[in-house]
């Protein structure tokens, strides 16, 4: 089995940075995608920033030049480095793999870390 824990989220002011990293332990070689989506009150959860199952990035628009994704295989951690941060950005962030189990692909969420953002 694999588990997921994120650290790294707080509060930040406008136009600060945070770094967020996501852990992975148990049966790693099973992740195929990995990456980070976050997640407000009221509203869906969206895509940050992950690693697709052959390690090509996607961001999301508003991540863009802003969010880093990045990954330290050896530690099984990916993490995300956030700049000139926003009150926008404010939000639950969670980390999510695909695990693949067999020929089976599910979803593994981590507990998530709150970022707030003042202004």
């Known amino acids: 089995q694999v588990q997921l824990t994120e650290s790294g989220g707080g509060l930040v002011q406008a136009g600060g940075s945070l770094r967020l990293s996501c852990a992975a332990s148990?049966?790693?070689?099973?992740?195929?995608?990995i990456g980070w989506y976050r997640q407000t009150p009221g509203k869906q959860r969206e895509l940050v920033a992950r690693f697709d199952s052959v390690g090509r990035t996607n961001y999301a628009d508003f991540a863009l030049g802003r969010f880093t994704i990045s990954r330290d295989n050896a530690k099984n951690t990916v993490y995300l480095q956030m700049n000139n941060l926003k009150p926008e950005d404010t939000a639950v962030y969670s980390c999510?793999?695909?695990?693949?189990?067999?020929?089976?692909?599910?979803?593994?969420w981590g507990q998530g870390t709150p970022v707030t953002v003042s202004s």
């Open positions: 999510e793999a695909v695990i693949a189990t067999n020929t089976i692909l599910r979803e593994l």
């Open positions: 148990g049966s790693t070689s099973s992740i195929k995608a």
